[in-house]
């Protein structure tokens, strides 16, 4: 394709009798700049009909109502046009749990992306279930509408979107973008190396220090635990986010609709593709400011436990189906609920 675009640039110069190598570097880029601009425009058609073809086969769903997302009316809540909250939930397919919890709040005015990880082991009241139990769980029992509405009921919010990818989606997804950028203890990357070759999906050993990750071993990363704490591991998950967005801050925005379109049947959400690429053309990547938080944190006031905990009058059930002792973090879920609103709508304590 380029060897014949070349060919026809250089007939066209030829043919208009640019004798002089001056002028024939110019009609040279005269014709590359109408032929880039071409190009471009065939870009966004064809992802337009690719938006097209995705919405037929339901790759987008309809938009849960306020009640089926737990809004309760009684709740006064934060409003700003410039502020978009996505719940992203990244999701365990052999255990059919969201292993990742996190919220992702674009604020356009400020330039600024906040990601705040919920602990999935976090105690919270799930509908259906008598007991307290795993925030993890509510995907498990009811995909992510009762995720999000679990989410809704106890942290006081109107979360109405949702991102759902799963692990084999967040491996294609980091492979399309050429992988990431991630540094690496000793630890770690023994442990990296063990798990991707355990899934024989493995191209090269990774090191200590900074390494190009591809999706496996991406996702490898993210989900180390046993060496520290669930704390550690969100860390490591919002880590391999900021790097996926420093990927792209490399990649031209006209890229970005081939681009999306490509990552698209890889994820189940509410947001249309003109949604999701109307907020990405709507950041500075260059510049723009990426905070990371975790709930619970050291900025809560009140006590924060962790650890086994039994359950009282426990019996086996259909609809919840949960161990006799759990192990759990405990907090309190109001304060909770305050420090996400301020982290989302005041910039945080």
């Known amino acids: ?10 007939y066209k110069c030829y043919e208009n009798k640019m ?51 737990g809004i309760s009316a009684e709740v006064e ?24 919890m996190m919220v992702i709040s674009i604020n356009k005015s400020t330039n600024t992306i906040n990601i705040v990880s919920l602990l999935r082991d976090s105690k919270v009241e799930i509908e259906g279930c008598r007991w307290g139990t795993k925030l993890g769980f509510a995907y498990k029992w009811g995909g992510p509408e009762l995720a999000v509405r679990t989410i809704n ?27 990431v950028y991630v540094e690496l203890s ?5 442990l990296v190396n063990e798990y991707t070759e355990k899934a024989e999906d493995a191209e090269d050993r990774v090191q200590e220090g900074l390494n190009l990750l591809d999706g496996g071993q991406a996702l490898s990363y993210a989900r180390i635990r ?11 998950q919002q880590i391999v986010i ?38 990405a053309m709507g950041l500075d990547l260059e510049t723009v400011k990426l905070e990371k938080h975790t709930i619970p944190d050291e900025a809560m006031q009140s006590w924060v436990w962790s650890g086994w905990e039994d359950v009282e009058d426990w019996e086996e059930t259909e609809t919840c189906c949960i161990d006799q002792c759990q192990w759990l973090w405990i907090y309190d879920l109001d304060e909770a609920a305050e420090r996400l609103k301020n982290i989302i709508y005041n910039g945080g304590w």
């Open 19 to 69: 004798d002089t190598e001056s002028s024939q570097m110019s009609c040279t880029i005269r014709l590359m700049k109408r032929i880039s601009k071409i190009v471009i425009v065939i870009d966004i058609i064809l992802a337009v009909i690719l938006a097209l073809l995705l919405w037929l086969f339901g790759v987008f769903k309809e938009k849960p109502t306020d009640e089926e997302l």
């Open 153 to 179: 009921q106890n942290f006081n919010m109107d979360f109405k979107d949702y991102v759902v990818l799963d692990f084999g989606g967040m491996q294609e997804i980091i492979n399309d973008i050429g992988g």
């Open 77 to 100: 809540y934060e409003s700003d046009t410039a502020i978009t909250n996505i719940v992203f939930l990244g999701v365990d397919q052999q255990e059919n749990r969201s292993d990742t």
């Open 226 to 236: 046993e060496i520290d704490s669930e704390f550690a591991r969100a860390s490591r």
């Open 242 to 279: 900021e790097a996926m967005v420093d990927r792209i801050k490399s990649i031209s925005k006209w890229q970005y609709p081939l681009l999306l379109g490509q990552m698209m049947p890889s994820i189940e959400t509410t947001l249309s593709y003109g949604d999701i690429l109307t907020l």
């Open 186 to 190: 000793q630890e770690e990357a023994d």
């Open 1 to 10: 394709m380029r060897t014949s675009l070349l060919t026809l640039i250089s």
